[in-house]
């Protein structure tokens, strides 16, 4: 059980590290201007190529399900990043997402029952405190309407995810992810019309990135990330979410030459330290040393008390 949870933390990890490599990727090789179209382009040919594996269309409750979820998860929750990203700093935006693990583990509570457990909070609060640490810039103002618009993506997300791992019963993740990218990339379809107008022109270089960005850190992510919803804690889940900024900082070193400083390196070491926390294994090896401690520390007291007579 314990080796289960961990390999399926590992694989959820997957969907945060791809996540955090996107920032590099779209800046380097996505048109800067056409946000709206890249979150159609990045959602809807995924989850074309996931229903070609699947194989499977939604039936019955899932045709509304399906356009829930996407729109939670995908289709609004993109658009919303969008104006956060155009209104507020990063390191604001940043900071504000990272307090999904603690949304996520409130909405886990109410709509799941699963009660969020003591580690688990304290390493959403190392989280939260480590991502701010990461990402602090110490300037730009902050726009009502930018907070507002990532409060809400934020909020909108971790509900749509927790009743993702709600509705999973009976439907294989392929299928289930694959509906939910198709819905929030059709979704996304009139919006992008209205405020970008038409798609933007495409050269090689941005269809690879494309390819990358939709394929790898959105198909495979979403299956990862969905797939970790079946079988971890939403409060779980959400912790090694963390994970995707700090790739982003970590890309930027390595990649671009950039450099962190020592507030940095405290704030990355600080976030891996919430999401370490937050594993079941943890929680199941304190549990063990105490219950191997309890009978200790009674034959200790039973030795003295003999000795003292």
């Known amino acids: 059980m314990e080796d289960t949870s961990a390999r399926w933390s590992l694989v959820t990890a997957v969907a945060p590290i791809t996540w955090g490599t996107t920032y590099w990727v779209t800046r380097h090789a996505l048109p800067a201007d056409a946000a709206l179209w890249g979150a159609v382009l990045r959602a809807l040919p995924a989850g074309l190529v996931l229903l070609l594996v699947a194989r499977r269309l939604p039936r019955g409750a899932w045709w509304w399900r399906s356009l829930v979820l996407g729109t939670l998860t995908m ?38 029952a699963q009660r969020p457990r003591p580690l688990a909070a304290v390493g ?12 602090l810039t110490g300037g730009g103002t902050i726009d009502g309407l930018g907070l507002l618009a990532s409060v809400s993506a934020m909020v909108m997300a971790s509900v749509g995810f927790v009743l993702a791992a709600r509705w999973s019963d009976g439907v294989d993740v392929v ?21 970008e107008g038409g798609p933007p022109p495409l050269d090689g270089r941005a269809l690879l990135g494309f390819a990358y960005v939709s394929l790898v850190a959105t198909a495979v992510a979403y299956l990862a990330w969905f797939t ?16 995707n900024p700090v790739t982003g900082v970590l890309l930027g070193v390595a990649v671009a030459g950039e450099h962190l400083s020592a507030l940095q390196v405290a704030g990355v070491l600080v976030v891996l ?18 219950t191997r401690r309890g009978p200790s520390a009674v034959l200790v007291d039973v030795g003295r008390s003999g000795r003292r007579s």
């Open 75 to 112: 289709g609004a929750f993109f658009a919303l990043v969008y104006v956060a990203a155009q209104l507020l700093p990063t390191s604001v935006a940043s900071t504000v997402m990272a307090t999904s693990p603690v949304v996520m583990m409130l909405v886990a509570w109410a709509l799941l």
């Open 124 to 135: 959403a609060g190392l989280g939260v405190v480590g991502v701010a640490a990461t990402v």
């Open 175 to 195: 299928s289930s992810t694959a509906w939910q990218l198709v819905a929030g990339g059709l979704v996304l379809v009139p919006v992008a019309l209205v405020v």
């Open 228 to 243: 970790g919803l079946r079988h971890l804690p939403a409060g779980t889940v959400g912790l090694v979410g963390l994970l």
């Open 273 to 290: 330290a919430g999401v370490l926390l937050g594993q079941p294994t943890v929680d199941r090896a304190v549990a063990r040393r105490r």
